[in-house]
């Protein structure tokens, strides 16, 4: 008998959470409706517009796009299915009121700064982070972006609660 077997469910599910190990669960097999029912579209759940939005400049090639995709995967599914709005010539049209603004340059702050109320601006957590090409270039730049998502993420936990 292996010594998988003599372990208890929630004490494997403690010992693999600390281990940071995801475990899968096999979905169960789909069931064919009957004739006389039609299906309903099921419309997912959105994701709350109003935790987290990304403001990038325009222009950003894909692999700058592919990089803080990848980035903000790494927070879990609340940041990486943010909206991501682009920033171009200094002018961004109708930002969306979020709790949190994960900005990538200066350049983008400034442009979402004149452009919300300052009711918003004085309620959001807006973490500024360098532009995607000088986080390419450079381990600083990872390092202040890895740090801006930390703070991203702590400031999305607390404002859960």
Not at 39 to 66: M, N, Q, Y
Not at 114 to 125: I, K, M, T, Y
Request: proline share 9%; net charge positive.
């Amino acid at each position: 008998m292996s010594a998988y077997a003599q372990v208890s469910p929630p004490h494997r599910e403690r010992v693999l959470r600390a281990l940071g190990v995801t475990p899968w669960v096999r979905r169960a097999a789909v069931q064919e409706l009957p004739a006389t029912e039609s299906p309903v579209a099921e419309i997912p759940t959105p994701v709350a517009s109003g935790d987290c939005v990304v403001v990038l400049p325009a222009g950003c090639s894909p692999r700058e796009l592919d990089l803080v995709g990848r980035a903000l995967m790494a927070c879990g599914p609340r940041v990486a299915r943010a909206p991501r709005i682009e920033v171009a010539n200094g002018q961004l049209a109708n930002p969306p009121e979020a709790r949190a603004y994960l900005v990538f340059g200066e350049a983008q702050a400034h442009a979402l700064g004149r452009e919300l109320p300052a009711a918003v601006v004085s309620g959001a957590h807006i973490v500024l982070a360098d532009e995607p090409s000088a986080v390419l270039t450079s381990g600083a730049g990872k390092r202040r972006l890895w740090n801006a998502l930390r703070s991203l993420r702590r400031a999305l936990a607390t404002s859960a609660e």
